[in-house]
Protein backbone atom coordinates (compact mmCIF):
# COMPACT_ATOMS: atom_id res chain seq x y z
CA UNK A 1 0.00 0.00 0.00
CA UNK A 2 0.57 3.32 -0.42
CA UNK A 3 0.68 5.97 2.27
CA UNK A 4 -1.46 8.93 1.34
CA UNK A 5 -2.02 10.83 4.44
CA UNK A 6 -0.70 10.95 7.89
CA UNK A 7 -2.13 12.47 10.67
CA UNK A 8 -1.30 12.34 14.18
CA UNK A 9 -3.66 9.46 15.43
CA UNK A 10 -4.81 7.67 11.78
CA UNK A 11 -2.80 7.10 8.79
CA UNK A 12 -4.54 6.42 5.95
CA UNK A 13 -3.59 4.24 3.19
CA UNK A 14 -5.13 2.86 -0.43
CA UNK A 15 -5.15 0.62 -2.96
CA UNK A 16 -7.20 -0.28 -5.57
CA UNK A 17 -10.40 -1.14 -3.63
CA UNK A 18 -9.37 -0.55 -0.22
CA UNK A 19 -8.75 2.08 2.46
CA UNK A 20 -6.69 1.05 5.80
CA UNK A 21 -6.99 3.04 8.58
CA UNK A 22 -3.95 2.62 10.89
CA UNK A 23 -4.52 3.43 14.67
CA UNK A 24 -0.70 5.36 15.26
CA UNK A 25 -0.29 6.30 19.19
CA UNK A 26 1.47 3.53 19.86
CA UNK A 27 3.28 4.69 22.96
CA UNK A 28 -0.34 5.17 24.19
CA UNK A 29 -1.03 1.53 23.22
CA UNK A 30 -3.26 3.07 20.22
CA UNK A 31 -6.20 4.28 23.26
CA UNK A 32 -8.74 5.87 21.11
CA UNK A 33 -8.75 9.62 21.82
CA UNK A 34 -11.07 12.37 20.59
CA UNK A 35 -8.86 13.29 17.97
CA UNK A 36 -8.63 9.53 16.78
CA UNK A 37 -12.17 9.04 16.71
CA UNK A 38 -12.68 11.96 14.32
CA UNK A 39 -10.12 11.38 12.10
CA UNK A 40 -11.26 7.55 11.58
CA UNK A 41 -14.65 8.77 10.92
CA UNK A 42 -13.46 11.46 8.69
CA UNK A 43 -11.07 8.71 6.89
CA UNK A 44 -14.32 6.62 6.60
CA UNK A 45 -16.91 8.80 5.44
CA UNK A 46 -14.41 9.77 2.43
CA UNK A 47 -13.84 6.20 1.69
CA UNK A 48 -17.31 6.17 1.28
CA UNK A 49 -17.67 9.04 -1.09
CA UNK A 50 -15.26 6.55 -3.46
CA UNK A 51 -16.97 4.75 -5.41
CA UNK A 52 -14.36 2.70 -6.23
CA UNK A 53 -13.64 1.34 -2.84
CA UNK A 54 -14.92 -1.85 -1.35
CA UNK A 55 -13.40 -2.75 1.97
CA UNK A 56 -12.12 -0.20 4.65
CA UNK A 57 -9.75 -2.02 7.03
CA UNK A 58 -8.61 -1.37 10.47
CA UNK A 59 -6.04 -2.32 12.10
CA UNK A 60 -2.97 -0.70 14.58
CA UNK A 61 0.57 -0.50 14.71
CA UNK A 62 2.78 -1.62 17.20
CA UNK A 63 2.14 -4.13 20.30
CA UNK A 64 -2.06 -2.98 19.93
CA UNK A 65 -4.76 -2.95 18.10
CA UNK A 66 -6.56 -0.38 20.64
CA UNK A 67 -5.76 -0.69 24.34
CA UNK A 68 -8.81 0.77 24.99
CA UNK A 69 -10.22 4.47 26.02
CA UNK A 70 -7.55 7.14 26.58
CA UNK A 71 -8.29 6.45 30.12
CA UNK A 72 -4.91 8.59 31.21
CA UNK A 73 -6.06 11.61 29.99
CA UNK A 74 -9.44 11.55 31.47
CA UNK A 75 -7.25 10.90 34.70
CA UNK A 76 -5.25 14.00 33.99
CA UNK A 77 -8.49 16.06 34.83
CA UNK A 78 -10.30 16.89 37.91
CA UNK A 79 -13.01 14.55 39.25
CA UNK A 80 -15.84 16.85 38.62
CA UNK A 81 -14.93 17.43 34.95
CA UNK A 82 -14.44 14.08 33.98
CA UNK A 83 -17.97 13.08 33.04
CA UNK A 84 -17.96 16.16 30.68
CA UNK A 85 -14.91 14.68 29.51
CA UNK A 86 -16.07 11.19 29.22
CA UNK A 87 -19.79 11.82 27.53
CA UNK A 88 -17.18 13.98 25.05
CA UNK A 89 -15.26 11.01 23.77
CA UNK A 90 -17.77 8.31 24.06
CA UNK A 91 -20.05 9.99 21.94
CA UNK A 92 -17.40 10.42 19.60
CA UNK A 93 -16.68 6.67 19.53
CA UNK A 94 -19.92 6.02 19.24
CA UNK A 95 -20.31 7.86 15.99
CA UNK A 96 -17.91 5.97 15.07
CA UNK A 97 -19.06 3.32 15.29
CA UNK A 98 -22.38 3.66 14.46
CA UNK A 99 -20.93 4.62 11.29
CA UNK A 100 -19.05 0.94 10.86
CA UNK A 101 -22.21 -0.62 10.93
CA UNK A 102 -24.31 1.74 8.48
CA UNK A 103 -21.36 1.88 5.95
CA UNK A 104 -22.10 0.70 2.65
CA UNK A 105 -18.36 -0.85 2.86
CA UNK A 106 -16.80 -3.66 4.19
CA UNK A 107 -15.19 -3.28 7.61
CA UNK A 108 -12.30 -5.55 8.57
CA UNK A 109 -10.83 -5.64 11.52
CA UNK A 110 -6.51 -6.47 11.34
CA UNK A 111 -6.42 -7.44 15.02
CA UNK A 112 -2.57 -7.28 14.80
CA UNK A 113 -2.22 -6.85 19.25
CA UNK A 114 -3.30 -6.50 22.14
CA UNK A 115 -7.26 -5.57 22.69
CA UNK A 116 -9.17 -3.48 25.63
CA UNK A 117 -11.99 -1.89 26.19
CA UNK A 118 -13.46 0.47 23.22
CA UNK A 119 -10.92 -1.57 21.19
CA UNK A 120 -13.03 -4.53 21.82
CA UNK A 121 -16.08 -2.39 20.69
CA UNK A 122 -14.32 -1.67 17.27
CA UNK A 123 -13.29 -4.77 16.44
CA UNK A 124 -16.80 -5.99 17.82
CA UNK A 125 -18.75 -3.25 14.88
CA UNK A 126 -16.57 -4.58 12.35
CA UNK A 127 -18.38 -7.38 9.72
CA UNK A 128 -14.88 -9.41 9.76
CA UNK A 129 -12.07 -10.07 11.83
CA UNK A 130 -8.53 -11.35 11.71
CA UNK A 131 -6.49 -11.64 14.83
CA UNK A 132 -3.27 -13.03 16.09
CA UNK A 133 -3.54 -16.28 17.72
CA UNK A 134 -1.49 -14.75 20.81
CA UNK A 135 -3.82 -11.34 20.50
CA UNK A 136 -5.04 -10.91 24.74
CA UNK A 137 -8.45 -9.66 24.35
CA UNK A 138 -10.22 -7.84 26.66
CA UNK A 139 -12.97 -5.77 28.18
CA UNK A 140 -11.48 -4.19 31.24
CA UNK A 141 -13.84 -1.45 32.33
CA UNK A 142 -14.27 -3.11 35.53
CA UNK A 143 -10.63 -2.49 36.56
CA UNK A 144 -10.88 1.16 36.32
CA UNK A 145 -14.82 0.88 37.72
CA UNK A 146 -16.88 1.81 34.19
CA UNK A 147 -19.39 0.74 32.26
CA UNK A 148 -19.10 -0.70 28.36
CA UNK A 149 -18.94 1.38 25.83
CA UNK A 150 -18.12 1.34 21.87
CA UNK A 151 -21.08 -1.38 21.87
CA UNK A 152 -19.55 -3.97 23.39
CA UNK A 153 -22.40 -4.49 26.18
CA UNK A 154 -24.81 -4.23 22.70
CA UNK A 155 -22.45 -6.95 20.70
CA UNK A 156 -21.40 -9.37 23.16
CA UNK A 157 -24.26 -10.94 24.47
CA UNK A 158 -25.63 -11.01 21.00
CA UNK A 159 -22.17 -13.39 19.80
CA UNK A 160 -21.39 -14.73 22.90
CA UNK A 161 -24.36 -14.66 25.53
CA UNK A 162 -25.11 -13.46 28.74
CA UNK A 163 -22.75 -15.22 31.28
CA UNK A 164 -19.92 -15.25 28.89
CA UNK A 165 -20.48 -11.34 28.63
CA UNK A 166 -20.81 -11.37 32.26
CA UNK A 167 -17.42 -13.50 32.73
CA UNK A 168 -15.87 -10.99 29.85
CA UNK A 169 -17.08 -7.63 31.12
CA UNK A 170 -17.24 -7.95 35.41
CA UNK A 171 -15.40 -11.38 35.50
CA UNK A 172 -11.85 -10.38 34.10
CA UNK A 173 -12.12 -12.78 31.12
CA UNK A 174 -9.15 -12.61 28.79
CA UNK A 175 -9.19 -14.25 25.49
CA UNK A 176 -6.24 -15.29 23.22
CA UNK A 177 -6.93 -14.78 19.50
CA UNK A 178 -7.59 -18.13 19.17
CA UNK A 179 -10.26 -18.21 21.66
CA UNK A 180 -11.62 -15.32 20.40
CA UNK A 181 -12.77 -17.10 17.40
CA UNK A 182 -13.92 -20.21 19.31
CA UNK A 183 -16.54 -17.72 21.37
CA UNK A 184 -17.55 -16.19 17.91
CA UNK A 185 -15.97 -13.67 18.31
CA UNK A 186 -13.40 -13.38 15.56
CA UNK A 187 -13.37 -15.00 11.99
CA UNK A 188 -10.03 -16.10 11.99
CA UNK A 189 -6.76 -16.49 13.98
CA UNK A 190 -3.13 -16.48 12.14
CA UNK A 191 0.25 -16.60 13.94
CA UNK A 192 1.89 -13.43 14.11
CA UNK A 193 3.97 -13.43 11.52
CA UNK A 194 2.02 -14.62 9.20
CA UNK A 195 -0.43 -11.74 9.70
CA UNK A 196 0.33 -8.81 7.70
CA UNK A 197 0.33 -11.09 4.40
CA UNK A 198 -2.95 -12.59 5.65
CA UNK A 199 -4.87 -9.34 5.78
CA UNK A 200 -4.08 -8.10 2.44
CA UNK A 201 -4.86 -11.67 0.99
CA UNK A 202 -8.59 -11.60 2.97
CA UNK A 203 -9.12 -8.27 1.79
CA UNK A 204 -8.42 -9.48 -1.76
CA UNK A 205 -10.83 -12.50 -1.34
CA UNK A 206 -13.80 -10.01 -0.57
CA UNK A 207 -12.25 -7.47 -3.72
CA UNK A 208 -12.37 -10.56 -5.77
CA UNK A 209 -15.93 -12.00 -5.24
CA UNK A 210 -19.38 -10.06 -6.00
CA UNK A 211 -18.55 -6.75 -4.50
CA UNK A 212 -21.66 -5.78 -5.89
CA UNK A 213 -23.34 -7.87 -3.14
CA UNK A 214 -21.04 -6.47 -0.14
CA UNK A 215 -23.25 -3.91 0.93
CA UNK A 216 -26.84 -5.56 0.33
CA UNK A 217 -26.08 -8.38 2.48
CA UNK A 218 -24.51 -6.22 5.10
CA UNK A 219 -27.56 -4.33 5.15
CA UNK A 220 -29.62 -7.50 5.53
CA UNK A 221 -27.59 -8.78 8.01
CA UNK A 222 -27.84 -5.53 9.93
CA UNK A 223 -31.39 -4.87 9.75
CA UNK A 224 -32.68 -7.09 13.48
CA UNK A 225 -30.14 -4.24 14.70
CA UNK A 226 -32.45 -1.25 14.73
CA UNK A 227 -32.07 -0.09 18.56
CA UNK A 228 -28.51 -0.06 18.27
CA UNK A 229 -28.48 3.65 18.06
CA UNK A 230 -30.62 4.25 21.12
CA UNK A 231 -28.20 1.64 23.22
CA UNK A 232 -25.05 3.38 22.48
CA UNK A 233 -26.68 6.71 24.19
CA UNK A 234 -27.52 4.71 27.00
CA UNK A 235 -23.81 3.77 26.78
CA UNK A 236 -22.88 7.50 26.72
CA UNK A 237 -24.53 8.15 29.60
CA UNK A 238 -23.61 5.55 31.71
CA UNK A 239 -20.45 5.55 31.39
CA UNK A 240 -20.92 9.30 32.18
CA UNK A 241 -22.40 9.06 34.74
CA UNK A 242 -20.35 5.90 36.48
CA UNK A 243 -16.77 8.45 35.66
CA UNK A 244 -17.89 11.00 38.77
CA UNK A 245 -18.14 7.97 41.32
CA UNK A 246 -15.29 7.94 44.02
CA UNK A 247 -14.53 4.28 43.70
CA UNK A 248 -14.21 4.75 39.69
CA UNK A 249 -12.06 7.69 40.30
CA UNK A 250 -9.67 6.26 42.66
CA UNK A 251 -9.87 2.85 40.39
CA UNK A 252 -8.85 5.46 36.82
CA UNK A 253 -6.28 7.66 39.04
CA UNK A 254 -4.41 4.48 39.95
CA UNK A 255 -4.24 2.85 36.51
CA UNK A 256 -2.97 5.84 35.32
CA UNK A 257 -0.70 6.08 37.97
CA UNK A 258 -1.49 9.40 39.81
Known sequence: MTQTENTLAVRVEHRPGVVRLVLQRPAEGNALNLQMAREALTALRAAEADPNVYLLTLTGEGRFFCGGGDVRSMAAREPELRPEFLSTLAEAAHELALAMTQSRLLILAGVNGIVAGAGLGLMLNSDWVLV?????????????????????????????????????TLGGRRLTGSEAVDWGLANRSVPAAEFAQRLTETEDRFLHGARHALFPTKQLLRSEHDGYEAHLKAESAKIAELSGHPDSIELVDRFAGK
Do not use: N
Open 132 to 168: TEDAPLMAAYARIGLTPDTGVSYWLPRLVGHQRAVDL
